[in-house]
């Protein structure tokens, strides 16, 4: 993992912007961004982004405002529609207006970019991304990305996120899948790691952990699972993320497997959504489930983790990043994943031509559409990515802040370590930063450009610090040695569950979803909103018979409305992405 001097490679690019031939994007670290012809940027903007995965809603503050202040001159207004009641609504309404924002990030698929493009919301960048030189090394994502707009709209209109040079067909996430069970391994340890060997096994694990914490932190009640109806689409969210402990992802209506081909409908008794929400509601009858999930939101949530208030984690990365510091983990403390005996979790490929779920548009009443581009060219550039960090804890962030290089290899400086280690949100920023605390500065665009292991191609430094040698050191605590003693002694969950073929894959493709026909849309959307509503009712319902009746009613309801219509559309969507995935698993050998 050899580091070239940076600096002097930045001194280079300097030379060569001086001598005129990089007048618009700017990409090295300590380069001075600058307009297309080479001054300053004078005006300082207030850039709205509308941000479909952000988290937080208004200005960015802290340390990440700081870098896009002194780089480019602006200010990023976060609009997120995640905050703003979650769906398409606030989507619909400003693009009514005629203005989504100047940035724009949001899914492609199911026509979306058509229909922005189509309806004059999206810029072409064909003419200011030219002399971007990092963009530029993701031309062919970027081209079969914005062919999404069709046919008769050739340009260049949406750069994908998470390109990656990684391989499609091997997991993309650094140490734990995106799914798994994940859950407060010290109590787990306490009841003796009893097996589990289907997930309904693990209810009555989770009923004995819940009954030795006692109370949290401050004193409040603790609880297994604590849920929220943010990211609910389709379905109910939480419940989907049980169904991907088997290798499930939705597609619409349906629940596809990667690894088999099946494809089931979500309404149906025996699917693999149906055994989740009887899951969740077995687990209210028993007392796991924190009676605020119905009106929480994520915020809240967050704060339960922080405080030890609740015991399982619907993704590893969720529980940890307010759970695990430093002090707790070195007492044997901490979120870890756990075994299912008959699961086969969902993990994702790298993104060759990147994820269609997820892409950054310039807006067409962009204030500055060449500082625009430039804003994106630096997101996709070494420094740019470094950056990003997200709330699951992933890119290393800023050089002489969280990390620097001592002999050729990166390390955590004493700052890092308290933020990334020590998992010390609150953590205060020096002045000539950017002040105030780590978490509040965090890009609130959520925002990943390449993959989530994917290398810097001149240095092969990886920008995830959780494969550094250096942070693997530093967390190898009573907690880690503890859970590598009950797990073969691996070094990850993801190599544990490789080697015993616990682990689904789903490639890495650049397949988009289409958008549904008009009157399928219709449809889809009076059924999801009773889907989702009466998914919520099974999980809360009083008892058996009233679990099956809303069962009974919301499958009568949903097919009088023509639910059987969209989940044919919704198969043939399946179809045409498992032989996606076929067509990836085929490239790479």
């Known amino acids: ?27 090295g670290k300590d380069e001075v961004v600058s307009s297309p012809h080479g001054d300053p940027y004078e005006e300082t903007i207030t850039v709205d982004v509308f941000d479909g995965q952000a988290n937080f809603q208004g200005m960015q503050s802290g340390w990440f405002a700081k870098v896009v202040k002194d780089k480019f001159n602006m200010e990023l207004n976060i609009i997120a529609p995640n905050v703003a009641g979650g769906g398409d609504t606030l989507y619909q309404t400003r693009s009514a207006n005629g203005n989504l924002g100047d940035l724009i990030i949001s899914s492609v698929e199911k026509n979306r970019l058509s229909d922005m493009v189509t309806a004059g919301l999206v810029l072409d960048m064909t003419d200011y991304i030219g002399e971007c030189e990092n963009l530029q090394q993701y031309m062919t994502a970027i081209e079969e990305t914005s062919l999404l707009a069709g046919e008769e709209y050739p340009g260049l209109w949406a750069v994908p996120s998470e390109v990656s040079n990684e391989s499609a067909t091997e997991p993309c996430e650094a140490t734990d899948p995106t799914n798994a069970p994940s859950l407060r391994w010290d109590l787990y340890g306490e009841i003796g790691y009893p097996e ?24 409040k009640a603790v609880y297994a699972l604590s849920l929220f109806k943010d990211w609910d689409g389709d379905i109910m969210q939480n419940a989907g993320a049980l169904s991907a402990l088997y290798g499930y992802e939705p597609v619409g209506f349906a629940m596809m497997n990667a690894a088999s081909g099946d494809i089931q409908s979500i309404i149906e008794e025996d699917s693999v959504y149906i055994r989740s929400l009887r899951f969740l509601y077995d687990a209210n009858q028993m007392g796991l489930v924190d009676p605020e999930s119905t009106t929480q939101n994520f915020d809240n949530l967050n704060a339960k983790y922080t405080d030890g208030g609740v015991l399982y984690s619907f993704w590893p990365w969720f529980g940890s990043s307010y759970y695990n510091t430093a002090e707790r983990t070195a007492e044997g403390k901490g979120f870890q994943s756990a075994t299912i005996g008959d699961m086969k979790c969902l993990s994702y490929g790298s993104y060759t031509l990147g994820k269609m779920e997820n892409a950054i548009m310039v807006g067409s009443q962009a204030k500055d559409p060449q500082r625009m581009v430039d804003f994106i060219d630096w997101l996709y550039s070494p420094e740019g990515v470094e950056m990003s960090c997200s709330q699951s804890g992933d890119k290393c962030g800023p050089e002489g802040l969280t990390w620097e290089m001592k002999d050729g290899e990166p390390v955590l400086t004493d700052f890092g370590v308290e933020v990334f280690v020590n998992m010390a949100d609150g953590y205060q920023v020096p002045e000539e930063w950017g002040g105030g605390t780590w978490k509040d500065g965090v890009s609130a665009l959520n925002y990943k450009a390449l993959g989530v292991v994917d290398c810097d191609s001149e240095t092969g430094m990886c920008y995830n610090y959780q494969r550094w040698e250096d942070y693997q050191e530093r967390v190898a605590t009573k907690l880690t040695q503890d859970w590598k003693e009950k797990n073969d002694n691996a070094a990850t969950c993801i190599e544990y569950l490789a080697n015993n073929g616990m682990l689904t894959v789903a490639p890495g493709s650049n397949y988009a979803i289409p958008e549904y026909s008009t009157d399928d849309s219709t449809i889809k959307e009076q059924c999801k909103q009773v889907i989702v509503q009466d998914s919520w009712r099974m999980a809360f319902a009083a008892d058996e018979a009233e679990f099956d009746s809303i069962l ?13 219509q969209v989940f044919a559309v919704d198969t043939q969507n399946c179809q045409d992405k498992l032989a996606s995935y076929e067509e990836a698993r085929k490239n790479q050998g």
Not at 201 to 214: E, F, I, Y
Not at 553 to 562: K, S
């Open 552 to 564: 009974k009613e919301m499958q009568d309801t949903v097919r009088g409305l023509g639910y059987d």
């Open 1 to 27: 993992m050899k580091r070239y001097n940076r600096k002097l490679i930045s001194l280079m690019m300097t030379a060569v912007m001086a001598a005129g031939l990089l007048a618009g994007c700017g990409g």
């Open 196 to 219: 589990m060997g289907t997930l309904e096994d693990l209810l009555d694990v989770l009923k004995q952990m819940q009954d030795k914490a006692g109370s949290s932190d401050s004193g």
